[in-house]
């Protein structure tokens, strides 16, 4: 069981930046690796994938509307997973989520952008991006 728990949200200018936290703790964190991933909900949409960084950190995923704006890292040391984001745009607004998704030994698959494919789920941080 790994339990994600986000912050870092708030509100921002257009052009502006924030980065947001996630830290997962839990039985399994010390004994089994976990690719993670953040997703977003803006109001009145569907939750949407944003980014996704493998459990050793070689290796990252994008949604393309914010490639090149937000940079997805982690700390394994500190079990913290971070979404540092630039130049934000109002239609970044959402609430974001972080996800945590078992990666099973010796699994060679690509990260995964789906929401089903995540096992666990923090309670989300707000951002809100004013023009």
């Known amino acids: 069981q790994v339990q994600p728990v986000e912050s870092g949200g708030g509100w921002v200018q257009a052009g502006g930046s924030l980065r947001l936290s996630c830290a997962y703790s839990g039985r399994t964190v010390s004994t089994s690796r976990y690719d993670m991933g953040w997703f977003r909900q803006a109001p009145g949409k569907e939750r949407e994938f944003v980014a996704a960084?493998?459990?050793?950190?070689?290796?990252?995923v994008y949604e393309d509307s914010v490639k090149g704006r937000f940079t997805i890292s982690r700390d394994n040391g500190k079990n913290t997973v971070y979404l540092q984001m630039n130049t934000l745009k109002p239609e970044d607004t959402a609430v974001y989520y972080c996800?945590?998704?078992?990666?099973?030994?010796?699994?060679?698959?690509?990260?995964?952008?789906?929401?089903?494919?995540?096992?666990?789920w923090g309670q989300g941080t707000h951002v809100t991006v004013s023009s």
């Open positions: 960084i493998r459990w050793s950190g070689a290796t990252t």
């Open positions: 996800a945590a998704r078992l990666w099973a030994l010796g699994s060679t698959s690509d990260l995964k952008s789906e929401e089903y494919e995540y096992d666990y």
